[in-house]
């Protein structure tokens, strides 16, 4: 399926809720990613300054992609 995703998990947790946070390596270096599981999608939850936009419905951040089209190769703009 692609080369090999390397990463650290951590776990934070933040005003109730438990965040994954994977720091990825090897070619995805440089690419932080945070995650949080709610109960219900409507679940409201305190945002942390630390976390960046929301990404969930972007296929390039998924594992299975950053495997065949890693985050070394997106140009500047999908960087952003």
Known sequence: C??????????VRHAGHLWEIDEFGGD?????VAEIELEHEDEPFERPAWAGADVSHELRYYNSQLAVRPYRDWTDAERR
């Open 2 to 11: 692609g080369a090999k995703v390397e990463k650290i998990r951590h776990f």
């Open 28 to 32: 995805n270096a440089g690419l932080v």
